[in-house]
């Protein structure tokens, strides 16, 4: 083999290892631009990153509405049985119904952030069903204060659930979560047509009826100074 062609073959194998190590270079950068992308917003370990204070606090909402809608599905029933008027208490039983699918749209909300759905004990709805089992325990049964005092009860679940459904759907809005925000909304709806429901019924039979289970003892009071103003006129007449 001559001295020329020793060059030749060496000058071709360094141009064969120069245009490799470029073609390397080349595959490693498109490598590790693929790699940032499939694990954008992970750590290290592969995992999702740490998830923002508002996020937290939103995740920390849906898990307590979630116990809270739970809790209710025993509560309606207790309520509903102890009604006194047919009408509250298929209030209540239309209620349960719009309750189970609220538990189910939650769940939906949890699916679409990627989250299990979990419940987080709700110190607010444990307070607000003790307080309505203790007015059944109270109040007289087949009465119809009875019926006004567990709408009340009702109510305060209400107002409860809308703030917290309100809050949510703005909180949804706000990490743009719209589709999360529809499916709260239509939550919110609902609980706000049952407390205006709630309240019709209060307002146009049971309260009306309500106030005649008994004389008021401010009633009396008055009734008592009245006679004894009677009383004192008569005397000074026949003085």
Known sequence: MTTYTLHYLFINLKFFIMKQNEKNKNQNAQNRISSKSATSGR????????????????????????????KLLKAIPKMAQACTTEELEDAFNDHLKQTERHVKRLEKVFQIIGKKPEAEKCEAIEGIVKEAETIIN??????????????????KVEHYEIATYGGLVQLALTMEL??????????????EDTDRLLTEIAENYINIHAEEEGDRTWQKEEQGQDESETSNTMASYSM
């Open 138 to 155: 109270e109040t007289k049964q087949e009465s119809m204060t009875r019926d006004a005092a567990l709408i009340i009860a009702a109510q």
């Open 178 to 191: 719209h589709r999360a925000a529809d499916i709260l909304d239509k939550t919110l709806m609902e609980e």
């Open 43 to 70: 750590g290290s370990n592969g995992q999702k990153g740490q998830e923002s204070l508002l996020e937290k606090f939103f995740t920390d909402q849906l898990k307590d509405i979630y116990y809270a809608e739970q």
